[in-house]
């Protein structure tokens, strides 16, 4: 048996969003959440474990890292060894492929491409479902992207039950323009907001009621698939999530004046009947849901207040899976 596998995944965007956890160990929401894959950003990951390796290993990008990521990815690991019952140490490499200028490095792609590689690495044979556990224990987002396409991640009881579940495949005529605001490193960090936010804002029960009513919406309109109501439920959730933080002690905002300016942008060509809606994350930079067919007009519009390398037109991606042994071949592994 081979002990190495090279696996890809996409990241997602929460159109109902994860904010907040219930147990910081396991990882385990306060809310069921609700994103869609995304096609143009993914990270290529290859993982080796082998009885000779004193120690764990991780490059990134091609760069050797610290001790703070590596034993990040250490403990990460270790849950697939002990599921194995193994002691095996392991060389990680992953390539991000996210548009440089655009600052959208995500932890969600980064841990789901790990997950799947080390669950082939080691034949555990693991399924999509329980790999997400696995998954969701390196970041919550991260439980989501092993599917493609809606994906829901239910809140669970338990550890075990914590899991993703696919929605819908999404190929109908629905997309994302992506608004690179900026790529300065986060004042505060998404685990930090929401732990600050669950502790001290008095909006925060509101908005774990509210986006209950949310995600049972929103299915419904992917059901029907209406796209109205998809975008309107989506951006109306992120705007509760985001206003949960200016309740909090002491408040914080992840705006930038840049992304006042592409919300105001979408709600212009909304009004001039080009439905668009905005989602927000941890971090300054817009999202913009649409219809795929009508992306390239929303991207003139905001062309005419960010340059072209801020903005990422992309449809819907894909779960997870193995690479090919030509993409594999673009690669300069270190093996
Ligand atoms: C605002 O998954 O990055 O993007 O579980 O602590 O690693 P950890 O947090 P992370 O948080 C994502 C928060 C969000 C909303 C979402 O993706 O659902």
Redesign the pocket.
């Known amino acids: 048996m081979s002990n190495q596998a090279y696996v890809r995944a996409h990241t997602?965007?929460?159109l109902i969003?994860?904010?907040g956890?219930r147990d910081e160990i396991d990882?385990l929401p306060m809310n069921s959440?609700l994103?869609m894959t995304l096609d143009k950003l993914y990270t290529d990951t290859m993982v080796v474990f082998d009885d000779s390796f004193a120690q764990d290993s991780f490059y990134l990008n091609g760069e050797k890292q610290g001790e703070k990521e590596t034993k990040k990815i250490s403990k990460f690991l270790d849950l697939f060894r002990e599921e194995k019952k193994t002691a095996m140490r392991a060389r990680v490499e992953s390539i991000n492929h996210v548009p440089t200028a655009a600052g959208l490095a995500s932890?969600?792609s980064a841990f789901a491409a790990l997950a799947g590689a080390a669950n082939l690495a080691l034949g555990l044979d693991l399924d999509p479902q329980p790999l997400s556990t696995f998954a969701r224990r390196?970041?919550?987002?991260?439980t989501r992207s092993i599917y493609g396409g809606f994906v829901e991640w239910d809140m669970g009881t338990c550890s075990d039950d914590s899991f993703a579940v696919p929605v819908d495949d999404a190929s109908w005529d629905i997309g994302m323009v992506i608004v690179a605001v900026n790529q300065k490193a986060k004042e505060v960090s998404?685990?930090i907001g929401?732990k600050r936010t669950v502790e001290t804002s008095p909006f925060y029960p509101a908005w774990v009621e509210s986006a209950k009513k949310d995600i049972q919406d929103i299915k419904a309109a992917i059901a029907a698939k209406d796209f109205i109501r998809l975008g309107e439920i989506t951006e109306a959730n992120g705007m509760k999530?985001h206003g949960t933080m200016l309740g909090a002690e002491p408040p914080f905002s992840y705006w930038e004046p840049d992304s006042i300016v592409a919300i105001k942008t979408a709600q212009t060509l909304r009004k001039q009947g080009i439905p668009c809606y905005v989602t927000m994350?941890?971090g300054p930079n817009v999202k913009v849901l649409c219809r795929l067919s009508q992306a390239e007009t929303i991207k003139q519009a905001l062309l005419e207040h960010f340059t072209e390398d801020k903005l990422i037109i992309t449809k819907p991606g894909k779960g997870i899976r193995e690479l090919t042994a030509a993409e594999r071949a673009v690669y300069n592994w270190n093996d």
């Not at 390196?138 to 991260?142: C, L």
């Open positions: 997602n965007i929460a969003k994860y904010w956890k990882f959440s994103s932890s969600a390196g970041s919550g987002s991260a998404s685990r929401m999530m994350d941890a």
